[in-house]
């Protein structure tokens, strides 16, 4: 009984969680929306099995018989939810309406249909079978599990993928002026990973719902678990951090402007600070025992740019070169936004498309043919 109310608390508060995701303000807007979706799905889950784990136990036959076991279909919906999370929150391209639709849904037909045809069964068939799959489980049930379970992993491990290759170039996401630290994102699908490999084995062994859903509350309160330590530990998702340089709007002495910018190129062009993701206007007054305010006074004499523009208009010049190398061994997007110093791949992105107006494999592809005619 305890156990149903500490459950029944887990999904009151994911839901609470969902609507925070949904109406705050934030850069991730539309990245959170879809980790709202899935808290509202966790949720969902949680108040429909601990309904479903109670009517069986009562032997509450009226409440039986109008439930439908919607569970795993909730499950298989939090999978591309997740996925969808993660690519948005790495400034990836999502397209959730076209061709790829399809393939997303795939997983989710056969418990469709099986809902289906049990809402068309006698009520008598319904809760008989409700029962006897809670403790002794069901053919059906095993196959559902089974692409479920597929699901999970398939998603989870392109999930973890995904950061795993941002992580290497660095554990936070720049989004219109602002930084989040994504090291809780890695946490968490690593968690869940875990979680799936050590439940398989017991899911299959101890085979009906009854075990599925101790299992599937397990892995809910341990999401909700680290989702509350790293929120406390203020890396979690409602973590920004506002990275905008100030904005300068005054002149300096145009001979002082040009002993400094001098000294500036000469700095950039022997020591390369930019090759570090680091690299800041804080960074490049150390190394030039100039002031972060006459550094800034220079950029402005000089063209008016931002110091984060400057920076990236020597890591795209090192771009452009790596970019129209045509041999055997060409480095990959991922390499060249590593050793040019872009903190992630969608900060390259941006800034090559502000210079250039187009994509990097786009200028690539491009140079290739223009030099082939």
């Not at 946490?187 to 101890?206: Q, R, W």
């Not at 085979?207 to 599925?212: A, D, F, K, V």
């Amino acid at each position: 009984m305890e156990t149903r109310y500490l459950n029944l608390s887990t999904g009151l508060l994911f839901l609470i969680f969902a609507f925070v995701l949904f109406a705050r303000r934030s850069p991730n807007k539309r990245s959170n929306n879809f980790l709202g979706v899935l808290f509202l799905l966790i949720a969902a889950y949680t108040e429909l099995t601990n309904f479903h784990f109670h009517s069986v136990h009562t032997n509450d036959f009226s409440h039986l018989s109008n439930y439908l076991p919607l569970d795993a279909l909730l499950l298989m919906l939090m999978s591309p939810c997740l996925y969808f999370y993660v690519l948005l929150l790495l400034n990836r391209s999502v397209k959730v309406i076209g061709w790829s639709t399809v393939l997303h849904a795939l997983p989710l037909l056969p418990c469709v249909v099986f809902n289906v045809l049990f809402y068309f069964r006698p009520v008598d068939e319904r809760v008989s079978w409700l029962i006897r799959d809670f403790y002794t489980g069901s053919m059906e049930m095993t196959v559902i599990n089974a692409v479920l379970y597929l699901q999970l992993i398939l998603y989870l491990l392109m999930s973890f993928g995904a950061v795993r290759t941002q992580v290497k170039v660095s554990t936070y996401v720049y989004t219109n002026g602002f930084r989040t630290n994504i090291a809780w994102v890695r946490i968490f699908l690593l968690a869940n990973i875990l979680c799936v490999v050590l439940s398989l084995p017991i899911c299959f062994l101890i085979n009906n719902e009854r075990t599925s859903i101790w299992i599937g509350h397990g892995v809910m309160n341990v999401d909700f678990i680290i989702l509350f330590v790293m929120t406390v530990l203020k890396i979690g998702i409602l973590d920004i951090e506002k990275v905008e340089e100030k904005k300068i709007s005054y002149q300096m002495k145009e001979e002082l402007a040009a002993n400094y910018w001098e000294t500036l190129t000469a700095y950039m062009e022997k020591s390369k600070p930019y090759l570090n993701e680091n690299c800041s206007l804080r960074s490049l007054a150390d190394g030039t025992n100039i002031s972060e305010t006459q550094l800034s006074k220079i950029l402005h004499a000089h063209g008016k740019i931002s110091c984060t523009d400057f920076i990236n208009s020597y890591r795209l010049e090192k771009a452009i070169i790596l970019l129209k190398d045509k041999s055997r061994c060409r480095k990959t997007i991922d390499t060249i936004v590593s050793e040019c110093g872009f903190g992630s791949r969608s900060s390259f992105y941006r800034a090559f498309f502000k210079v250039y107006g187009m994509k990097p494999s786009t200028f690539r592809k491009q140079f290739a043919e223009n030099t082939e005619d």
